[in-house]
């Protein structure tokens, strides 16, 4: 958000003027606001360029080593990016603005989304005629594979997604645009960076939440739980379906 020089007041991005005492826009408050940009252009191309990297390198190997080297570059990137924004980054993880009724709704709305989302998304799959695919495979070949789906998933995910998007890159758009705008860019770009059509079906929708709770709260808290709680609910069902998989059930029997 951009604040007038003069009374503090809010301004519009594209306000020249202060509504409030009139004193025009200052040469420091557009060079803030051409930096913001620049830094989002920045944000978007790196872990746009990050993605499809690590996309590429999945198909050629898949291993337990290139997971933890491809999840390190990203913790890695998401805290250089918030170092640059230290002091703003520190005060969204404020507990003052959380209370028993936030709470209540970040515990159970993941709780109503991740259902939603996982037989949705299976609907929508047989719809199009696409076979659905159980993500634990992707972790099932490691020794400890459920510790490790629910470190990369449900813990790695959750708390620096949350920071990269509705905290570093939040923050940039705040300087240059209002509220409403910051929340959808913020959703939309998350649900971009994600590489998957289906995905963007409720990824956006559930990026718009995160947003507006970061927004409204001025934390980061929240969306951690729920991001939480909603992938970790989708591991278990994941993992609850592999686990039952009459393929697998056959190989080890036999």
Not at 37 to 59: D, E, K, N
Not at 227 to 252: A, G, K, R
Request: aromatic share 18%; proline share 2%; charged share 15%.
């Amino acid at each position: 958000m951009i604040y007038c020089s003069q009374c503090n007041s809010l301004l519009g991005p594209t306000d020249v003027y202060c509504g409030n005492c009139g004193a025009k826009r200052t040469q420091n408050t557009l060079k803030k606001e051409k930096e913001s940009v620049r830094q989002v252009i920045i944000f978007y191309v790196t872990f746009l360029v990050y993605a499809i990297v690590s996309f590429v390198i999945y198909l050629e190997n898949d291993s337990l080593i290139t997971e933890i080297v491809l999840e390190s570059v990203f913790v890695l990137l998401t805290v250089m990016f918030s170092l640059m924004d230290f002091k703003r980054i520190t005060k969204l993880y404020s507990l003052r603005y959380v209370n028993w009724k936030n709470l209540a709704f970040s515990i159970l709305f993941p709780m109503c989304s991740a259902g939603i989302v996982y037989y949705g998304i299976e609907w929508v799959n047989r719809l199009l005629g696409e076979e659905s695919y159980n993500m634990f495979y992707d972790y099932a070949m490691y020794e400890n594979s459920f510790l490790w789906a629910f470190i990369f998933v449900a813990i790695i995910a959750p708390v620096f997604e949350e920071l990269a998007f509705r905290g570093y890159l939040f923050n940039q758009l705040l300087n240059v645009t209002n509220s409403r705008v910051t929340i959808i860019a913020t959703a939309l770009i998350f649900a971009l960076v994600h590489f998957s059509f289906i995905s963007i079906l409720w990824i956006f929708p559930f990026g718009i939440v995160l947003g507006f709770l970061r927004y409204k709260y001025r934390t980061l808290w929240l969306g951690m739980i729920v991001h939480f709680i909603h992938n970790f609910l989708v591991l278990l069902l994941e993992y609850y379906y592999y686990m039952n998989d009459p393929l697998l059930e056959l190989l080890n029997n036999g």
